[in-house]
């Protein structure tokens, strides 16, 4: 079965630095990857995905991401954080085992953004 | 465009009872998927229908169910709630693409 992982519970960064929050995936055949964000007592926003094609995939909000096959990684970055990307974050892989077409998470990563 | 609606926002129930939960896919969305987010937990799948039919399920117990309306919205219902039952249950709504989520139906279950 196709699973994400995030290695990372929770992710400090002070405003104004580079961000970075981790996710590696384990997939049989081509990946399609996704990363949410999920603000408090809401549900749950698309940055971006990864399909096919750069390695580098634009999303909103000045987010982006890198898919790396060597090492099945799929790392989600922004340049500059602003305090308003504190929130949980979450990497996703489509599963079609049998037909499933679902989209299986990771157990999210909490951004902190410090000012 | 309207988003993906879900209601009540809120629902406390008693341990034993029934709950309902409803969700209004984007316009014109076949396809609407069902997550559970526990504390501690991430998100779980649920269930997965599209043009009226359960399409794949998630390891739950079978007093979870549900079923999709001809115009494709939705009900989640659990059966004999348990204590663990208490969550956030996300619906999204999906032509193929990228999920849209709703904001969900926090079910407390005392």
């Known amino acids: 079965a196709q699973s994400v992982a995030q290695p990372e519970d929770q992710v400090n960064v002070a405003e104004g630095n580079p961000l970075t929050v981790k996710c590696t995936y384990s997939v049989s055949g081509n990946p399609y990857l996704f990363w949410y964000v999920q603000y408090p007592n809401r549900g749950l926003q698309f940055l971006l995905k990864y399909i096919t094609g750069d390695n580098l995939v634009k999303g909103s909000y000045g987010f982006e991401a890198e898919f790396n096959k060597s090492q099945t990684s799929f790392h989600l970055k922004k340049p500059s954080a602003l305090v308003s990307d504190s929130a949980l974050y979450f990497c996703a892989v489509r599963d079609s085992y049998q037909g499933a077409q679902k989209l299986v998470f990771g157990q999210g990563t909490r951004l902190t953004i410090n000012p | 465009e309207a988003g993906v609606t879900q209601s009540p926002t809120h629902l406390i129930k008693t341990r034993g009872q029934q709950a309902t939960l409803r969700c209004s896919p984007i316009s014109g969305h076949t396809s609407v998927y069902w997550y559970q987010q526990a504390l501690g937990l991430g998100l779980q799948f649920l269930l997965w229908?599209?043009?009226?039919?359960?399409?794949n399920r998630g390891n739950f117990p079978p007093r979870f169910s549900g079923r999709q309306f001809p115009n494709y919205s939705s009900e989640l219902n659990v059966n004999a709630l348990e204590l663990e039952d208490s969550a956030l249950y996300l619906c999204?709504?999906?032509?193929?693409?990228?999920?849209?989520f709703g904001s969900g139906t926090r079910l407390t279950v005392v």
């Open positions: 229908y599209d043009e009226g039919e359960e399409r």
């Open positions: 999204a709504s999906s032509l193929g693409g990228p999920y849209t």
